[in-house]
């Protein structure tokens, strides 16, 4: 299975919108969104059938037994988080607690204890056509990493032998983004021409180099400012870094998305330029280190 991930450094580049474009172009049995936190790659491209949800446990919450607290106070002083309080009596903030297991280990009476918590939900969408993976981060969870690899391991043990899975990633340089981009075979970043979308995008560089995965740039709204465009194409080809191609800002491509479709399901020219850009990224992709398909 070859993973080409899509990502941006942050959010309103039109990373979804390109990675749903790809998945249209490449007819792809096999996809994921790993932005958990806010994932909104399943309004675009339509599922038509309910998921299988799964609860998804990540780190375990402190809880105290009322009934053997001895009100010693050992849990409160020593919780470097500020997680417990007392009035009537002691209680553990579980938005607050990270699960270090301080509080159990004062305590003398083992009143306190590790429970499993719910941090979000899985979803899996499966057909005879499509395998399509994603998750939703629990309000106030703090372990959307951990929930991208089960995003990504949920999709390949769904399917795989399949030939190609493409991935909409997490925004950002976090937790998800490193839980996003760890095991895929390339990364095309979705770069606009902002003083911000270049820092960005050097980042996502960096950081996608240490792992040795194979990169590839688009500029997405190019025509907005063409002299950081142009910034980035020269980055480019100084780095030694292939360079897909430039998508204009189209504003029936606005329509597209509010509509429930992809770019490439009507005539515009965004939806002309990514087509472009995806034949070169395929290229790229499945190309092996001799040069040749």
């Given at each position: 299975m070859?993973?080409?991930?899509?990502?941006?450094?942050?959010?309103?580049?039109?990373?979804?919108?390109?990675?749903?474009?790809?998945?249209?172009?490449?007819?792809?049995?096999?996809?994921?969104?790993?932005?958990?936190?806010?994932?909104?790659?399943?309004?675009?491209?339509?599922?038509?059938?309910?998921?299988?949800?799964?609860?998804?446990?990540?780190?375990?919450?402190?809880?105290?037994?009322?009934?053997l607290?001895?009100?010693?106070?050992?849990?409160?002083?020593?919780?470097?988080?500020?997680?417990?309080?007392?009035?009537?009596?002691?209680?553990?903030?579980?938005?607050?607690?990270?699960?270090?297991?301080?509080?159990?280990?004062?305590?003398?009476?083992?009143a306190?204890?590790?429970?499993?918590?719910?941090?979000?939900?899985l979803?899996?969408?499966?057909?005879?056509?499509?395998?399509?993976?994603?998750?939703?981060?629990?309000?106030?969870?703090?372990?959307?990493?951990?929930?991208?690899?089960?995003?990504?391991?949920?999709?390949?043990?769904?399917?795989?032998?399949?030939?190609?899975?493409?991935?909409?990633?997490?925004?950002?340089?976090?937790?998800?983004?490193?839980?996003?981009?760890?095991?895929?075979?390339?990364?095309?970043?979705?770069?606009?021409?902002?003083?911000?979308?270049?820092?960005?995008?050097?980042?996502?560089?960096?950081?996608?180099?240490?792992?040795?995965?194979?990169?590839?740039?688009?500029?997405?709204?190019?025509?907005?400012?063409?002299?950081?465009?142009?910034?980035?194409?020269?980055?480019?080809?100084?780095?030694?870094?292939?360079?897909?191609?430039?998508?204009?800002?189209?504003?029936?491509?606005?329509?597209?998305?509010?509509?429930?479709?992809?770019?490439?399901?009507?005539?515009?020219?965004?939806?002309?330029?990514v087509?472009?850009?995806?034949n070169?990224?395929?290229?790229?992709?499945?190309?092996?280190?001799?040069?040749?398909?």
């Amino acid at each position: 299975m070859k993973q080409l991930l899509i990502l941006s450094g942050k959010g309103g580049t039109g990373k979804t919108t390109i990675a749903s474009a790809f998945i249209k172009l490449s007819n792809a049995k096999v996809y994921a969104d790993c932005d958990v936190d806010a994932p909104n790659l399943h309004l675009i491209i339509g599922q038509g059938s309910e998921p299988k949800k799964t609860d998804y446990y990540g780190l375990p919450k402190s809880e105290i037994n009322p009934e053997l607290c001895i009100e010693c106070d050992q849990c409160r002083q020593n919780c470097r988080f500020d997680a417990i309080s007392v009035k009537r009596t002691y209680k553990v903030d579980s938005f607050a607690c990270e699960s270090c297991g301080v509080c159990e280990y004062v305590c003398p009476v083992d009143a306190i204890s590790l429970k499993p918590a719910i941090a979000g939900e899985l979803m899996l969408y499966t057909n005879e056509e499509r395998v399509f993976s994603t998750a939703q981060l629990k309000m106030g969870s703090g372990t959307s990493g951990m929930l991208v690899t089960e995003v990504k391991k949920q999709m390949k043990l769904a399917d795989p032998d399949t030939e190609l899975a493409i991935i909409d990633g997490s925004p950002g340089i976090g937790c998800p983004f490193i839980a996003s981009l760890s095991g895929v075979d390339m990364v095309l970043i979705v770069a606009e021409p902002s003083i911000s979308g270049i820092s960005d995008m050097e980042r996502i560089i960096k950081t996608a180099a240490k792992f040795g995965t194979k990169i590839a740039i688009c500029i997405n709204k190019f025509d907005t400012n063409y002299a950081n465009t142009e910034k980035i194409e020269l980055f480019c080809k100084n780095k030694g870094l292939t360079f897909v191609g430039k998508i204009p800002f189209d504003s029936d491509a606005v329509k597209a998305i509010n509509n429930g479709q992809t770019i490439v399901d009507i005539n515009c020219a965004s939806g002309l330029a990514v087509r472009e850009a995806y034949n070169k990224a395929m290229e790229l992709l499945f190309k092996d280190d001799n040069g040749s398909r």
